[in-house]
Every structure is written in structure tokens, then in C-alpha cells.
């Protein structure tokens, strides 16, 4: 199996339609194929404004127009595409969705963001259960490089997930996620480094680039942390397409040093799905 894969996080700003950014996204994958990219990564809501009464207005079912798009670049680019997270309808639920396809264009994963994003802060009132319906799958898939995670921002606030992710496998956890001006200085890498380090894996974290006019202003800052929860690159706030050079195969090296996940005492606890 081959562990060394190239990793590109597109970390661009939400522009006012679907369309426009639909361009944006797929030029951006582009530019990361020819520059190597072998998974690319989208932000959440890469698609639309991040605002909970767009949700709707901007919904498409699986198998819409951009999922059509996004499946056809993966195919032509040759690439692993994270799409990011798109408005999804389904049956009259609106869900906040990530879908991921393979080299051939091949649907692999889909997950729908579990845990909503409701606060009340001084800064930032947010709810996504108003118009958002919360998923219910721990979501993992397998690559030519090892076995992948999938969460959706808030998602990564809830160590259980991480951990069920991990023992179905999960050897890097991708998360295309919204931080805010709040809740990013505040967590942001603090999250992804502790996430990291409990669960012995790498953690991909791609945000939407800064854009101080937009209702819901985001954090950018897309990042890579290392098994031992070091941070091995991470961006600004600015558009930018930040390339990392990661080796699965590392993962094991980490868990057979520092033992970890093999101390558990799965005796007295353990987590299971319902």
C-alpha cells in the first residue's frame, strides 16, 4: 500500500451564488491537481453563504448539479475530492453534507454533520437546527493510503465521534469546517491538536478563507496536525491552497511508541454505536 499521499486544502471565501462558487471550487481543484494534489479538500458550505436561511434556498439533492460537477472533476482530475459541505435535501430535511469521491469519480462517503452548531455568544447568535436536520452515521472510507475519517466542524467538538471513528479504522480524520472569530482563536487549534493527540491520528482541518463583509465571518486558518498532535502546517485567514506531503504509515509508528490506544482498558469502558 502506498502511505504517502499529497494533501491540498482549499481555503476559499463563500461567494453570493452557487454557481460562482461552484467555479471557484472547481478551478481551485484544478490548480491543486496540477500542482500534485492527490486528495483535495473543500470548506464547509464552500457552496453557499453560511447563513441558516440560505440552507434551503440553496439545497440540491445527491446526485444534483454540483454533485454531478464535483464527481466529473474528481474523475477527469484523477483526484480524491473532499467536497467540502453542500446543502443537501432529502426527503424534505435539509442536511449540512460532505461528499467524498475517488479518482474514477466514484462516490465513497457521504456524511451528514451530526452535532448543529446552535450559541448564543456575544458576538455570534447561530443556530443551524433552525432550518437543519442532524445527521446520525460515524462516517469512514477506505483509500489506497489507509483508512480515512470524515466530521463536519462542530462535529469535532465531541471526543466519542473521533474515537468511534478510530476504531472503525480511521487512521487521518478530515473535517471541512466554519470556524468563527469566537470560536477560532479560542479552539481552533486547540481542537484539532487534542483530537490528534487522544486518538493517535493525523487531523485535516480546511476553512473557509476571511471575508469581514459576510453576515457569519469565518476563522480560515485550514490546518494539518500530526499524530502526536504537532502542528505540521496551517494558513492565515487569506485565499491560499495549503499543500502538505503526509505519510500514513507514520500513524502506526506513533501508536506503537507511545501506546496509547493499547492501554485502554476496554475492560471497564468502551464506546460502541447505537
Request: hydrophobic share 40%; proline share 4%; aromatic share 10%.
Amino acid at each position: 500500500m502506498n502511505t504517502e499521499m499529497n494533501v491540498a486544502l482549499v481555503q476559499m471565501k463563500c461567494r453570493t451564488g452557487n454557481d460562482e462558487n461552484m467555479a471557484v471550487a472547481l478551478g481551485k481543484c484544478r490548480e491543486a491537481a496540477e500542482n500534485g494534489a492527490d486528495f483535495v479538500v473543500l470548506p464547509e458550505m464552500f457552496s453557499c453563504p453560511y447563513k441558516t436561511s440560505n440552507f434551503p434556498v440553496y439545497a440540491q439533492k445527491t446526485g444534483g448539479k454540483n454533485w454531478q460537477l464535483l464527481s466529473a472533476a474528481a474523475k477527469e482530475l484523477g483526484i480524491y475530492l473532499v467536497a467540502g459541505s453542500m446543502p443537501e435535501e432529502d426527503g424534505g430535511k435539509i442536511y449540512n453534507t460532505c461528499y467524498v469521491f475517488d479518482r474514477n469519480g466514484k462516490p465513497i462517503a457521504r456524511h451528514r454533520k451530526m452535532h448543529l452548531f446552535d450559541c448564543d455568544l456575544p458576538t455570534v447568535q447561530f443556530h443551524e437546527s433552525e432550518t437543519l436536520t442532524a445527521g446520525n452515521a460515524v462516517t469512514t472510507f477506505d483509500t489506497e493510503y489507509g483508512t480515512a475519517g470524515l466530521m463536519i466542524c462542530f462535529d469535532i467538538r465531541f471526543p466519542e465521534l473521533s474515537r468511534l471513528m478510530v476504531d472503525k479504522g480511521a487512521q487521518f480524520i478530515i473535517v471541512p469546517a466554519a470556524f468563527n472569530m469566537t470560536s477560532g482563536p479560542n479552539w481552533w487549534e486547540l481542537m484539532f491538536r487534542t483530537r490528534a493527540a487522544d486518538n493517535q491520528v493525523y487531523m485535516i482541518g480546511c476553512g473557509p478563507a476571511r471575508d469581514e463583509k459576510a453576515s457569519y465571518v469565518a476563522w480560515g486558518h485550514s490546518i494539518v496536525v500530526d499524530p502526536s498532535g504537532k502542528v505540521l502546517a496551517q494558513l492565515d485567514e487569506k485565499e491560499a491552497i495549503l499543500y502538505y506531503d503526509l505519510d500514513v504509515a507514520k500513524v502506526d509508528d506513533y501508536r506503537n511508541q507511545y501506546r496509547i490506544l493499547k492501554a485502554r482498558r476496554l475492560d471497564l469502558y468502551r464506546l460502541w454505536e447505537i
